[in-house]
């Protein structure tokens, strides 16, 4: 349990210093029929800052757990990336697409944890 922690706050780091947005930790634990741990949903302005935040989550990882995603969708347009971690599914948005999906309100039990958005 404590690796599944470390790697959702690596996941974040990772996030943030690609200036992600609006990160979503969506704690998933203990609700039947889910597919992962752990949602941590953001977004990123534009498909070159989707696609930014995606290798820097990546390498971040990979830098500080040896981790790799088992699988990468939807690089290439850029709007929608979803990494995946096993216990931890990340989501890269574009905003209007993150409005369109609304994965926060799918699951109506799971624990949501909004990180503030860093000013720098």
Sequence with gaps: MEQIKLLVK???KGIQEKKGQDIT???LQGIDGTIANYFIICQGNSP????A??????DTVRQDTGEKPVNVAGLG????????????????FQPEI???YDLENLWQDAKLTRIPNSEE
Excluded at 48 to 51: D, F
Excluded at 79 to 92: E, K, S
């Design 77 to 92: 347009n850029n709007q929608w990336v979803a990494l995946d971690y096993v216990d931890v599914l990340v989501h890269i």
């Design 48 to 51: 070159t800052q989707v696609e």
């Design 10 to 12: 690596t996941i974040t």
């Design 25 to 27: 930790i969506v704690d």
């Design 98 to 100: 993150r409005t369109f």
């Design 53 to 58: 935040i995606t290798e820097s989550v990546g």
